[in-house]
């Protein structure tokens, strides 16, 4: 909990990794709930999960399924960097926002949160980059995958029956 919290105040970038009925997102709920009241918070999902209580958020929501739709992840990255949030909070990676999420990761913002479906740490680093890879195919794998241990700390959830738990954090 301790790590957890410094890793939060230091501004640094959490991926909530879990398979599937993990409690990825309420955790990622929870967080919301715990970060200071004055924080500026920008949510981009593409379907409204997160519940922030804070007075100062914007909600963004770009349907996964929704052909034609004009506003892009390409449209969000420039709306973002507008916004100047002090949490960025991206729900669920996908192939269709890895790339915008990861880029936001690395533009200087603090708190980039999102959560991702993996078994464990090392598979939630390559399952991200996996999805990056469907939009921008000649990423260097190998550096991206440093980076991301450098920048990014995974918050593994795991379930046994009705019991869900913090396994590891990096």
């Not at 200071?36 to 963004?60: A, C, F, G, M, Q």
């Amino acid at each position: 909990y301790d790590r957890l919290m410094l890793s939060i105040r230091k501004g640094e970038h959490l991926l909530i990794s879990g398979a599937t009925a993990t409690g990825k997102t309420t955790f990622l709920n929870n967080i919301i709930k715990i970060l200071e009241p004055h924080k500026r918070i920008l949510t981009i999902e593409d379907t409204r999960e997160l519940i922030v209580p804070h007075k100062n958020r914007v909600h963004i929501v770009l349907p996964r399924t929704d052909q034609t739709n004009t506003f892009t992840y390409a449209r969000v990255i420039d709306l973002v960097v507008r916004f100047t949030p002090d949490v960025i909070i991206g729900g669920e990676i996908s192939t269709s926002n890895a790339s915008a999420l990861w880029e936001l990761m690395g533009s200087g913002h603090e708190n980039c949160f999102a959560t991702i479906h993996a078994e464990n740490p090392e598979e939630a680093y390559k399952a991200f980059i996996a999805r990056i890879m469907r939009t921008s195919p000649t990423i260097d794998r190998e550096k991206t995958l440093a980076e991301m241990k450098d920048k990014l700390r995974v918050v593994q959830i795991n379930r046994n029956g009705n019991i869900r738990a913090v396994t590891a954090i990096t």
